[in-house]
């Protein structure tokens, strides 16, 4: 991801219009970043550090066309490449980076447990389409993938979902 | 198409309404911003020494891959096969070409399995080219110049991988002749020559006789459509002689061959064939003497038909026919079809005009 380079947040507007971006987007970009990384902790942490990124560079994030993709693409990249880092470290412990949540609804939890099955790539990509609201062309764009990637991972990945919900069904 | 449907769409909602709160602090934001700040100047310092340091003791690696030594192997959770239409027949990579009234656009199509036809871009060469598409979204292309200008030799032939913004990251030169792309793996691509089933390594260039002409009994582009497919032991091919088609099956641990027939039927040629993911079946679509199309599914160790269906053909003219097939698992098979224009008078694109029908296999 480049950095758009700008300076940051400096006028009391532009702290107005940031404060009204982070109040409205801060859940549904941190909940799109948890679902996709399978992981709420890392997801806290890709959003601070998305939304710091934002705020550093405020005059121009908010300019772009859509910033709250760029923040969950920055989020995103953050925490796959530090998600690499700890995997090569860590090794056969890397199943505990998957804290469960604390949802009481069991249904939620199956679903968790099935996205979580799916490949990330095939993740990130029908998050965007369903929890950011993206169009195929905003999800190539946030993701920096190409409309024919974005089919074919959502094709392939909601295929794979519904095998996998058929599969628990059949328990 | 490719939308998400409302029932998993809900479950990806529900997957969402179950994580944690996120506890929001703004202030929080500004005090890790002014944190960065303070420590750019030493990380940077910092950064230049480590790249220093790891520029002096950086050792270039080097994997050595292994030669293509046999066939791609039966996967336990094999990745679903692509449906490329057209991909095993020649065609123009960088201009659209005009056939009646339908146009093929520059690009090589795909059938997803949810009926979702994407175009794939293709690097601007004048060449034609077949296509197969890789599991990791890339395509091995094979390729020749179109351009014949000044030209007395055979135009020589390259096979490409191409990623799937259109790059090329791969470029392996595989000499002149009658070729026929058949398989292909993110690693290695399977070559139908005059000498035999011939694998190339996609790194290196590195090639290898699988299995020599003379165990296959047919030459490339052999007969009214040639094809052949391998996958783990086996190679197939498909054979026709006089009115009969036949599949022959030739096992790569004992030399084994065996013919296995297509159908009962009278056939004029087979078309398109390919191995099933667990490498028991093998579907091939012929002719037969009277009537239209059809699609065989062959059991590859006993020869015993399990499927012989009609292929749809709307419209019904000589444009329209089976461009393609590809397994779902090892029981439904997707076949590519180009249907007829339904409107003469009007000019479709040629994706516009590509369905697929599904076969499932008991």
């Not at chain 1, 996709?36 to 300019?63: C, K, Q």
């Not at chain 1, 530090?82 to 939890?109: F, I, S």
């Not at chain 2, 890339?138 to 390729?143: E, I, M």
């Not at chain 2, 799937?164 to 139908?192: F, H, I, M, N, R």
Request: proline share 7%; net charge positive.
């Amino acid at each position: 991801v480049s950095i758009p380079t700008a300076a940051k947040v400096t006028s009391s507007a532009d702290r107005v219009a940031f404060d009204e971006f982070y109040s409205v987007h801060v859940h549904r970009i941190y909940r799109a970043l948890a679902v996709t990384l399978g992981n709420d902790d890392l997801a806290r942490e890709a959003v601070d550090e998305a939304m710091t990124r934002a705020y550093a560079h405020w005059r121009r994030v908010r300019g772009l066309d859509n910033p709250a993709g760029w923040v969950f693409r920055v989020g995103f990249n953050w925490a796959t490449s530090w998600w690499r880092k700890v995997r090569r470290e860590q090794g056969v412990l890397t199943e505990a980076r998957h804290p469960r949540t604390a949802a009481t609804d069991p249904a939620g939890l199956a679903a968790r447990e099935a996205l979580a099955r799916l490949p990330l790539s095939q993740r990130a990509v029908i998050v965007c389409r369903v929890l950011l609201d993206l169009s195929t062309a905003e999800t190539a764009d946030t993701l920096g993938i190409s409309e024919g990637t974005v089919k074919s991972r959502l094709s392939r990945g909601l295929s794979a979902l519904r095998n996998v919900l058929e599969e628990g069904s059949e328990r | 198409m490719n939308v998400v449907p409302d029932e998993l769409a809900e479950v990806v909602h529900r997957a969402a309404a179950g994580t944690a709160e996120y506890p929001v602090d703004l202030s929080g934001i500004e005090r890790r911003w002014r944190r960065r700040r303070r420590r750019r100047v030493v990380a940077c310092a910092a950064g230049v020494a480590v790249l220093a340091a790891a520029s002096l003791a950086a050792i270039p690696v080097i994997n050595a891959r292994p030669g293509p030594d046999r066939p791609p192997v039966v996967a336990a959770d094999p990745a679903p096969q692509r449906l490329m239409v057209g991909g095993g027949t020649w065609s123009p990579m960088n201009k659209d070409v005009t056939d009646g009234n339908v146009l093929d656009r520059r690009g090589a199509t795909e059938i997803l399995p949810d009926g979702t036809v994407v175009q794939w871009p293709l690097p601007n060469l004048d060449v034609s080219y077949q296509v197969i598409g890789l599991p990791d979204d890339r395509l091995a292309v094979l390729d020749f110049a179109t351009t014949s200008r000044g030209r007395t030799t055979p135009p020589p032939l390259t096979l490409r991988v191409v990623s799937s913004t259109g790059a090329v990251q791969a470029v392996v030169p595989v000499g002149t002749g009658d070729t026929k792309l058949v398989a292909a793996t993110p690693e290695t691509a399977y070559l139908w020559r005059s000498e035999g089933i011939v694998a190339y390594t996609l790194a290196t260039g590195a090639r290898r006789v699988l299995v020599p002409a003379d165990k296959l009994g047919v030459k490339p582009l052999s007969g009214p459509a040639a094809d052949a497919d391998l996958l783990g032991d086996r190679v197939v091919v498909t054979v026709v002689s006089g009115t009969a088609c036949k599949l022959r099956v030739i096992d790569l641990r004992g030399g084994h061959v065996a013919d296995h027939p297509v159908t009962r039927r009278a056939c004029d040629g087979t078309g398109l064939l390919r191995i099933s993911p667990d490498g028991g079946l093998a579907a091939v679509t012929y002719k037969p003497s009277t009537g239209a199309q059809r699609v065989a599914v062959i059991d590859l160790t006993t020869g015993a038909p399990r499927v012989d269906a009609l292929i749809e053909n709307p419209g019904g003219d000589d444009r329209a026919g089976p461009a393609g097939l590809a397994w779902q698992g090892s029981t439904r098979l997707r076949v590519a079809l180009l249907v007829s224009p339904p409107d003469l008078d009007r000019t479709y694109y040629r994706e516009d005009l590509v369905r697929q029908q599904l076969v499932e296999v008991g």
